[in-house]
Nanobody, 124 residues
Framework: QVQLVESGGGSVQSGGSLRLSCAAS????????LGWFRQAPNKEREFVAS????????LAADSVKGRFTISRDNAENMAYLQMDRLKPEDTAVYYC?????????????????WGRGTQVTVSS
């Protein structure tokens, strides 16, 4: 059974930092693209960042470029999202997802497995 478990969320002030972690089990981690998505109340789930199987290729949404960094550790079956210079508009539930395919990484439907999410709240 595949499990993705996010952790590291919390409440911070604007300008602060958080590091989200995603622990994966039940899948061959190194053969999956990993993505982070977020969903704010009354909004659609949106792409944040993704990282290729080896970790050498990354994508990021324009809204987080230069502030968020995605990484992975295939030896530990872990993915991370380092979030710096957080803004109130970053407030959302953040989800980790894994995809077998490498295409369409910015689209939620391209992902096969999802975690339950972790809440991030940024106050002004």
């Amino acid at each position: 059974q595949v499990q993705l478990v996010e952790s590291g969320g919390g409440s911070v002030q604007s300008g602060g930092s958080l590091r989200l972690s995603c622990a994966a089990s039940g899948l061959t981690f190194s053969t999956h693209v990993l993505g982070w998505f977020r969903q704010a109340p009354n909004k659609e789930r949106e792409f944040v960042a993704s990282i290729g199987r080896s970790g050498s290729a990354t994508l990021a949404a324009d809204s987080v470029k230069g502030r968020f960094t995605i990484s992975r550790d295939n030896a530990e079956n872990m993915a991370y999202l380092q979030m710096d210079r957080l803004k109130p508009e970053d407030t959302a539930v953040y989800y980790c997802a894994a995809a077998k395919r490498t295409v369409y990484q910015q689209i939620p439907s391209a992902y096969d497995f999802w975690g339950r999410g972790t809440q991030v709240t940024v106050s002004s």
